[in-house]
C-alpha cells in the first residue's frame, strides 16, 4: 500500500514539475515604441479608407443628385451615366452587364426610373490603398416617383473604356432592380430598409438562379462580427505551444458559432422571436453617410459586444425569399402597406421567426464553417460525450507511465 501511495505521490510530483515547464508564464516584454508607432498607423490608414469611402460616397451622391435636376430618366428604364472620365468615355462592359439584369426582370414597374451612375475611382484612393471607393444606391427622399440611382467607381483604360468591378456593381444595382421589378415598396419595408442600410437587399441571385441554390458563397447566415478578445487571445497567448492549444485553440473548438451572435444562436436553437429579431432590429450605424445612401456591408466595422449583439442577415436575405416564395407573393408582400411581420404572413402563410429560422439553419448546414467545424448550435458549451473519457484515459496513462518511471528510479 505504502509503494502505491509512492507510485502517486512521484507520479504527481513528475505532473506537477510538467506543468510549471509547459505553462510557464512567458518573459515580460520590454517596453518598445515600434508597437505603438505600427498600432498608430493601423489606425490611421483605416481612418484613411473610412474617409475615402465617405468621400467617395458624398461625391458621387451630389454628381447623380445634380444629373437628376437637369435630366430626368424615362419612366420604367435606366440610363448609364459616367462622370469625371473627360469625353467620350465609356463602359461597353457595365452596358453589357446592365442589359443582361434588366432582360432578367423581365416586365418592368412602369413608375420606377433607375439611372446608373459611373465615377472615377482614381480621383478618391490617392493612397492606392487598394480599397474600392463607394458602390451602392441612392434613393432620394425627394423623388416619390421610385428614382433609383445605383452608383458604383470605375478606372479609365486605354481606349477611353471605363472598367469597373463586376462585383461592385451587382452590389450597387441590387436596390435598383428590386424596385424595377416589384415596385416602390410599402411604407413598412421601405421603412425596414431605410433602418438596416438596405443590408438584406444586396443580391441579384433571384433572377437566374433555382429556387434550391444555396446563395451566400458559403457564408454564415448571420454576418460575422470578431470581438477584439479573440485577437487578444493570440496575442498574448505565450510561446508554449500547450498554453497556446489550452487558451485559444481548445476555447475556439468548444465554443458555439458565437461569431454569429446570441440572439441567431438562440434563433437556431429554436426561439422565433429572436430570429425575427435579427430581422427586424438595426444594427449601430457606424458611419456618417446620409440614409438616402444604401451602404455596404464591409463598412459596418465590429460591434463593441459582438458576442452579444444583433447581427445582420446576409446579404441575400430577400433574394431567397423571391427564389423560394416565388415573384407574384413577393409582391404582395413588397408594396403592402400592413406591419412588416402582418405583411409577411398574410403573403408568405409563415411567421418571419419560423421562415427565418428554417433559412437560417439551411443555410448554416452549408456554409464553410459548418463544414470544416462541425460544431452544434447549442446554448452552452459544445463538449462531445467521448471528450471526457479521452481525457480520463489520457491522464490515467500518464499516470501509469510516471509510476512506471517513479518505480524504475527507485529500483536503481
Not at 97 to 104: E, G, I, K, M, Y
Not at 202 to 220: A, V
Request: aromatic share 10%; net charge positive.
Amino acid at each position: 500500500m505504502g509503494v502505491i501511495v509512492r507510485w502517486f505521490a512521484a507520479a504527481a510530483l513528475v505532473l506537477g514539475a510538467l506543468y510549471v515547464t509547459l505553462f510557464r508564464a512567458p518573459p515580460p516584454v520590454p517596453e518598445s515604441t515600434a508597437a505603438p508607432e505600427f498600432s498608430r498607423i493601423a489606425d490611421l490608414m483605416s481612418r484613411q479608407r473610412r474617409a475615402m469611402i465617405l468621400w467617395s460616397a458624398l461625391a458621387a451622391r451630389d454628381s447623380a443628385l445634380a444629373r437628376l435636376a437637369v435630366s430626368a430618366v424615362p419612366p420604367g428604364e435606366f440610363r448609364i451615366v459616367a462622370t469625371g472620365f473627360g469625353e467620350g468615355a465609356a463602359s461597353k462592359e457595365a452596358e453589357a452587364q446592365v442589359r443582361q439584369r434588366w432582360r432578367a426582370v423581365g416586365e418592368v414597374d412602369s413608375s420606377v426610373r433607375t439611372l446608373v451612375l459611373l465615377y472615377n475611382g482614381a480621383e478618391f484612393d490617392t493612397l492606392r490603398s487598394q480599397v474600392f471607393p463607394y458602390s451602392g444606391a441612392l434613393l432620394p427622399a425627394s423623388h416619390s416617383d421610385g428614382t433609383c440611382v445605383a452608383m458604383t467607381s470605375g478606372i479609365l483604360k486605354a481606349g477611353r473604356e471605363i472598367d469597373v468591378v463586376k462585383s461592385q456593381l451587382e452590389l450597387a444595382l441590387a436596390p435598383c432592380l428590386l424596385r424595377a421589378a416589384f415596385g416602390v415598396p410599402g411604407r413598412p419595408v421601405r421603412e425596414w430598409l431605410e433602418r438596416t442600410d438596405h443590408g438584406a437587399a444586396r443580391s441579384n441571385e433571384w433572377l437566374d438562379r433555382p429556387r434550391d441554390f444555396l446563395d451566400g458563397d458559403g457564408q454564415l447566415p448571420w454576418e460575422p462580427m470578431y470581438d477584439e478578445t479573440w485577437g487578444s487571445l493570440y496575442a498574448t497567448g505565450g510561446s508554449s505551444l500547450i498554453r497556446r492549444l489550452s487558451t485559444v485553440e481548445l476555447t475556439m473548438m468548444l465554443a458555439p458559432p458565437y461569431v454569429m451572435g446570441g440572439p441567431a444562436l438562440r434563433c437556431l436553437a429554436g426561439t422565433p422571436s429572436e430570429c425575427a429579431r435579427t430581422v427586424l432590429d438595426p444594427v449601430p450605424r457606424v458611419h456618417d453617410l446620409p440614409s438616402d445612401l444604401t451602404f455596404r456591408a464591409s463598412g459596418r466595422g465590429t460591434s463593441p459586444n459582438a458576442i452579444l449583439a444583433i447581427h445582420p442577415t446576409g446579404y441575400w436575405f430577400l433574394s431567397d425569399i423571391i427564389r423560394q416564395e416565388g415573384r407574384d407573393r413577393f409582391a404582395r408582400f413588397w408594396q403592402s402597406d400592413r406591419p412588416f411581420e402582418t405583411a409577411f404572413r398574410e403573403a408568405f402563410g409563415r411567421d418571419l421567426g419560423e421562415w427565418t429560422r428554417d433559412w437560417g439553419i439551411r443555410q448554416r448546414l452549408g456554409s464553410w464553417e459548418s463544414r470544416y467545424s462541425r460544431k452544434p448550435v447549442v446554448l452552452g458549451v459544445n463538449l462531445a460525450p467521448s471528450w471526457p473519457l479521452l481525457a480520463l484515459g489520457w491522464t490515467a496513462a500518464a499516470l501509469l507511465l510516471a509510476a512506471w518511471t517513479a518505480r524504475r528510479r527507485q529500483v536503481t
